[in-house]
C-alpha cells in the first residue's frame, strides 16, 4: 500500500473506531452486569483487538448510556476493594442494540454483501 493509502486508511479506521466504541461497550454490557474498571479489557478482547479505549472515554460513554437510558446501575459490595457500579443494558439499551445490529451488522451476512466483500479482499 503507498503512504497515501495507509495515511486515509488510518484516518477512516479511526473516524470508524469511534464510533463503534458504543457498540462494543453495549456488547459487552449486554453479557454481563459489568463495572467501568472491567469494561476497558472487556472491549478490547470482545472486538478481537480492534478496539481500545481509555479509561476517561469509557466513563464518558457511560454516562450518556445512563442519561439516554440505555443502562441501569447499581452500586455491589466488593470483596477486594471499595464497592462497585455495576451497570446492565435497560430495556430500551437491548433494544437499540438489537436494532442497531440489524440495521448496520446484519447487513454483512446477506449474500451480496458477502460476494463483494469476498471478491474484493480476493483482488489485493
Do not use: C, H
Not at 459489568?34 to 472486538?47: G, L, N, T
Not at 448510556?65 to 451497570?87: A, T
Not at 437499540?96 to 440495521?103: G, K, M, T, V, Y
Amino acid at each position: 500500500m503507498s503512504d497515501n493509502v495507509d495515511e486515509l486508511l488510518g484516518k477512516w479506521e479511526q473516524t470508524y473506531k469511534k464510533g463503534l466504541l458504543s457498540f462494543w461497550m453495549l456488547m459487552v454490557i449486554a453479557e454481563t452486569p459489568i463495572y467501568a474498571y472491567e469494561m476497558k479489557e472487556k472491549v478490547k478482547q470482545i472486538s478481537q483487538g480492534s478496539i481500545s479505549a481509555d479509561e476517561n472515554s469509557i466513563y464518558r460513554a457511560l454516562r450518556r448510556f445512563s442519561q439516554s437510558g440505555l443502562v441501569e446501575s447499581e452500586m455491589k459490595v466488593s470483596d477486594i476493594g471499595p464497592n462497585r457500579r455495576y451497570f446492565q443494558l435497560s430495556a430500551k439499551g437491548k433494544k437499540l442494540l438489537a436494532s442497531f445490529i440489524e440495521r448496520n451488522i446484519s447487513v454483512f451476512n446477506e449474500k451480496n454483501v458477502k460476494l463483494a466483500i469476498n471478491k474484493i479482499s480476493r483482488n489485493e
